[in-house]
């Protein structure tokens, strides 16, 4: 595992290395897919479960996703070292830096928060409360109401690419490096502002490979085949999403090892 405190400084990559990390993420799940898979679908069930905790339970969520990512990380990272990967990778993330994981969901949960805030207050109390009640909006106010909900989700769009772009990088730079909340979302936001066309290759490649995986679902409604039908196609669907998100996760890892480099 790498040293604790490291220097994490981005490297520039070309963008055709967005497609390598998915091909690396594959070959390095191969030996252990199913395994790998089942962990990403516990992370997937746990954060479900607690979510739906009365009150508390998204705010919960939030607070816990990245150590439960840190452990998927952290098992990876053994995976790359030749180490068998175990169930007990998924829990890893509570045995270090958990103080620090939770302090970056906490700022996840904060800044969806503001987002949420800001995007109500475009729409503005009224065309809200209109909305949240379930009526339809009065005709003369009807395109007025659309327009400030499209803003509000510009707007909202807007403000979570830095967000996330702060983040993608976070939990491995915490996990596998020991870096700070602060540092690591800076060395994250910096990274994939280097990397953008990177990024865009990855992000293209993995909505390909999203569109492969729903496929059935979309075909059963596209050709009017009856619910049956519909139902049958839904079940490779989930499949094809858990194994998507599996492969999104791994590609996680190894896009920060080839844009942090290796340190052990």
Not at 20 to 49: C, D, E, K, N, Y
Not at 59 to 88: F, H, S, W, Y
Not at 98 to 112: E, H, I, Y
């Amino acid at each position: 595992m790498s040293g604790t405190g490291s220097a994490a400084v981005p490297s520039r990559v070309p963008a055709g290395r967005g497609w390598r990390w998915i091909v690396a993420a594959w070959t390095l799940t191969a030996a252990q897919r199913p395994l790998f898979v089942a962990l990403v679908l516990g992370l997937m069930v746990a954060a479900i479960a607690v979510s739906l905790v009365p009150l508390v339970g998204s705010i919960a969520t939030g607070l816990l996703t990245p150590v439960l990512q840190a452990g998927l990380v952290i098992g990876c990272d053994a995976l790359r070292r030749g180490e068998p990967l175990k169930v007990d990778h998924l829990f890893a993330g509570f045995e270090q830096h958990t103080g620090r994981l939770v302090g970056l969901g906490a700022v996840s949960v904060l800044a969806g928060l503001v987002m949420l805030i800001v995007g109500a207050a475009i729409v503005g109390p009224q065309a809200l409360g209109t909305l949240l009640s379930g009526a339809p909006p009065a005709p003369d106010a009807l395109a007025g109401t659309f327009l400030r909900m499209l803003l509000a989700m510009l707007v909202m769009l807007a403000l979570s690419l830095p967000l996330y772009m702060a983040l993608w990088f976070a939990v491995p730079l915490i996990a596998l490096r020991g870096l700070d909340v602060g540092a690591a979302m800076s060395a994250s936001f910096a990274g994939c502002l280097r990397n953008m066309p990177a990024f865009l290759v990855w992000s293209v490649a993995v909505l390909a490979i999203a569109l492969v995986a729903f496929l059935p679902f979309f075909a059963a409604v596209a050709l009017h085949l009856g619910v049956m039908a519909i139902l049958v196609g839904t079940l490779p669907c989930i499949v094809g999403g858990v194994a998507l998100a599996a492969l999104w996760f791994a590609s996680m890892y190894t896009s920060y090892r080839d844009v942090f480099g290796a340190t052990d």
